[in-house]
Protein backbone atom coordinates (compact mmCIF):
# COMPACT_ATOMS: atom_id res chain seq x y z
CA UNK A 1 0.00 0.00 0.00
CA UNK A 2 1.39 3.37 -1.09
CA UNK A 3 -0.05 5.37 1.38
CA UNK A 4 1.83 3.62 4.49
CA UNK A 5 4.94 4.74 3.24
CA UNK A 6 6.83 7.27 4.51
CA UNK A 7 8.98 9.51 2.32
CA UNK A 8 11.17 12.52 3.36
CA UNK A 9 10.15 15.97 2.65
CA UNK A 10 12.36 18.85 1.91
CA UNK A 11 11.67 21.66 4.29
CA UNK A 12 10.32 24.63 2.43
CA UNK A 13 12.63 26.92 0.50
CA UNK A 14 12.61 30.78 1.26
CA UNK A 15 13.13 33.74 -0.98
CA UNK A 16 14.26 37.12 -0.56
CA UNK A 17 12.70 38.35 -3.98
CA UNK A 18 8.86 37.68 -4.95
CA UNK A 19 8.06 34.34 -6.59
CA UNK A 20 5.29 33.96 -9.35
CA UNK A 21 4.36 30.77 -10.41
CA UNK A 22 1.79 29.83 -13.00
CA UNK A 23 -0.34 26.39 -12.86
CA UNK A 24 -1.40 24.91 -15.48
CA UNK A 25 -4.01 22.10 -15.06
CA UNK A 26 -5.79 20.28 -17.33
CA UNK A 27 -9.61 19.66 -15.59
CA UNK A 28 -10.40 16.46 -17.35
CA UNK A 29 -11.41 15.00 -14.51
CA UNK A 30 -12.31 18.39 -12.56
CA UNK A 31 -12.94 16.91 -9.17
CA UNK A 32 -9.50 15.27 -8.90
CA UNK A 33 -7.81 18.71 -10.68
CA UNK A 34 -9.81 20.67 -8.11
CA UNK A 35 -8.17 18.96 -5.52
CA UNK A 36 -4.92 18.97 -6.87
CA UNK A 37 -4.86 23.09 -7.21
CA UNK A 38 -6.03 23.03 -3.57
CA UNK A 39 -2.72 21.29 -2.53
CA UNK A 40 -0.57 23.37 -4.71
CA UNK A 41 -2.01 26.86 -3.62
CA UNK A 42 -1.53 25.67 -0.17
CA UNK A 43 2.05 25.07 -0.85
CA UNK A 44 2.76 28.63 -3.23
CA UNK A 45 1.07 30.64 -0.27
CA UNK A 46 3.00 28.61 2.26
CA UNK A 47 6.18 29.92 0.66
CA UNK A 48 4.97 33.57 -0.20
CA UNK A 49 4.52 33.09 -3.34
CA UNK A 50 1.98 34.26 -5.96
CA UNK A 51 0.19 32.64 -8.76
CA UNK A 52 -1.62 32.18 -11.54
CA UNK A 53 -4.06 29.52 -13.38
CA UNK A 54 -4.52 28.45 -16.48
CA UNK A 55 -6.48 25.59 -18.06
CA UNK A 56 -5.88 23.58 -20.80
CA UNK A 57 -8.00 20.64 -22.37
CA UNK A 58 -5.95 17.84 -21.86
CA UNK A 59 -2.27 16.97 -20.21
CA UNK A 60 -0.53 16.47 -23.56
CA UNK A 61 -1.65 20.60 -24.10
CA UNK A 62 0.10 21.23 -20.22
CA UNK A 63 3.76 21.24 -22.09
CA UNK A 64 2.78 23.15 -24.97
CA UNK A 65 0.88 26.20 -22.44
CA UNK A 66 4.35 25.90 -20.31
CA UNK A 67 6.08 26.92 -23.42
CA UNK A 68 4.19 29.55 -24.45
CA UNK A 69 4.28 30.99 -20.94
CA UNK A 70 7.62 30.87 -21.06
CA UNK A 71 8.28 32.55 -24.21
CA UNK A 72 5.54 34.96 -23.78
CA UNK A 73 5.11 35.69 -20.12
CA UNK A 74 7.11 36.45 -16.69
CA UNK A 75 7.00 33.08 -14.02
CA UNK A 76 9.16 32.05 -12.17
CA UNK A 77 8.32 28.71 -12.45
CA UNK A 78 5.21 26.28 -13.33
CA UNK A 79 3.22 23.63 -11.96
CA UNK A 80 2.20 21.11 -14.26
CA UNK A 81 -1.47 19.38 -12.89
CA UNK A 82 -3.41 17.12 -14.79
CA UNK A 83 -4.72 12.99 -14.37
CA UNK A 84 -4.66 10.44 -16.42
CA UNK A 85 -6.54 7.38 -15.57
CA UNK A 86 -5.77 3.65 -17.83
CA UNK A 87 -8.65 2.99 -20.24
CA UNK A 88 -8.93 0.51 -22.79
CA UNK A 89 -6.61 1.73 -25.37
CA UNK A 90 -2.85 2.37 -25.91
CA UNK A 91 -4.04 6.05 -25.54
CA UNK A 92 -2.84 5.96 -22.11
CA UNK A 93 0.64 5.40 -22.88
CA UNK A 94 0.88 7.85 -25.49
CA UNK A 95 -0.36 10.92 -22.82
CA UNK A 96 1.44 9.39 -20.28
CA UNK A 97 4.82 9.32 -21.89
CA UNK A 98 4.37 11.70 -24.59
CA UNK A 99 3.26 14.42 -21.50
CA UNK A 100 6.34 13.71 -18.78
CA UNK A 101 8.68 13.41 -21.90
CA UNK A 102 7.55 16.90 -23.15
CA UNK A 103 7.84 18.74 -19.39
CA UNK A 104 11.30 17.09 -18.84
CA UNK A 105 12.52 18.68 -21.85
CA UNK A 106 11.52 21.88 -20.37
CA UNK A 107 12.92 21.35 -17.88
CA UNK A 108 16.32 20.43 -19.07
CA UNK A 109 16.45 23.70 -20.85
CA UNK A 110 16.28 25.09 -17.88
CA UNK A 111 12.39 26.23 -16.79
CA UNK A 112 11.69 25.37 -13.47
CA UNK A 113 8.70 22.94 -13.55
CA UNK A 114 6.65 20.89 -11.06
CA UNK A 115 5.04 17.78 -12.37
CA UNK A 116 2.28 16.78 -11.07
CA UNK A 117 0.41 15.13 -13.77
CA UNK A 118 -1.23 11.73 -12.22
CA UNK A 119 -0.51 8.70 -14.44
CA UNK A 120 -2.72 6.04 -12.70
CA UNK A 121 -4.62 2.37 -13.35
CA UNK A 122 -7.96 3.70 -11.42
CA UNK A 123 -9.98 6.35 -10.30
CA UNK A 124 -9.76 5.66 -6.84
CA UNK A 125 -5.83 6.05 -7.35
CA UNK A 126 -6.17 9.50 -8.58
CA UNK A 127 -8.29 10.56 -6.04
CA UNK A 128 -6.00 9.31 -2.74
CA UNK A 129 -3.02 10.95 -4.92
CA UNK A 130 -5.02 14.48 -5.33
CA UNK A 131 -6.52 14.91 -1.77
CA UNK A 132 -4.79 17.37 -0.27
CA UNK A 133 -5.21 15.17 2.80
CA UNK A 134 -3.57 12.26 1.67
CA UNK A 135 -1.09 12.32 -0.82
CA UNK A 136 -1.03 15.38 -1.73
CA UNK A 137 0.53 15.48 -4.72
CA UNK A 138 -0.70 19.12 -6.36
CA UNK A 139 1.60 19.88 -3.24
CA UNK A 140 4.40 18.32 -4.12
CA UNK A 141 4.52 19.32 -7.62
CA UNK A 142 4.18 23.14 -6.48
CA UNK A 143 6.91 21.99 -4.02
CA UNK A 144 9.05 20.69 -6.13
CA UNK A 145 8.43 23.76 -8.83
CA UNK A 146 9.53 25.69 -5.78
CA UNK A 147 12.54 24.40 -4.97
CA UNK A 148 14.06 24.48 -8.35
CA UNK A 149 13.15 27.88 -8.26
CA UNK A 150 15.41 28.30 -5.15
CA UNK A 151 18.48 26.38 -7.21
CA UNK A 152 17.73 28.49 -10.17
CA UNK A 153 18.13 31.14 -8.10
CA UNK A 154 21.20 30.54 -5.82
CA UNK A 155 23.36 29.12 -9.03
CA UNK A 156 21.95 31.46 -11.53
CA UNK A 157 23.35 35.18 -9.08
CA UNK A 158 26.81 33.93 -9.47
CA UNK A 159 28.08 34.69 -12.56
CA UNK A 160 26.13 35.47 -15.93
CA UNK A 161 27.44 33.27 -18.79
CA UNK A 162 26.39 30.03 -19.63
CA UNK A 163 27.93 27.04 -19.01
CA UNK A 164 31.82 27.11 -19.71
CA UNK A 165 31.13 30.84 -21.86
CA UNK A 166 31.24 33.86 -19.84
CA UNK A 167 29.16 36.81 -20.47
CA UNK A 168 30.50 39.48 -22.78
CA UNK A 169 31.23 41.73 -19.48
CA UNK A 170 33.13 39.29 -17.82
CA UNK A 171 36.14 38.76 -20.49
CA UNK A 172 39.13 40.87 -19.25
CA UNK A 173 40.85 42.82 -22.46
CA UNK A 174 44.28 43.54 -22.25
CA UNK A 175 44.89 47.74 -21.85
CA UNK A 176 46.31 49.24 -24.91
CA UNK A 177 48.83 52.45 -24.81
CA UNK A 178 48.83 54.08 -28.65
CA UNK A 179 47.61 50.98 -30.09
CA UNK A 180 49.83 48.31 -28.74
CA UNK A 181 48.36 45.38 -26.17
CA UNK A 182 50.97 45.64 -23.00
CA UNK A 183 51.34 42.50 -20.96
Request: negative net charge; contains cysteine; aromatic residues 6%.
Amino acid sequence: MAGAEQHYILPRPAFDKPVKLLIVVSPYYKDIADNMIAGAKAEIEACGATYDIVEVPGALEIPTAVGIAERMSNFDGYVALGCVIRGETTHYDTVCNDSSRALQLLGLQGLCIGNGILTVETRKQAEVRADPADQNKGGGAAAAALHLVALARKWGASRKGVGFVPAQDEYQIAATSKGNPTA
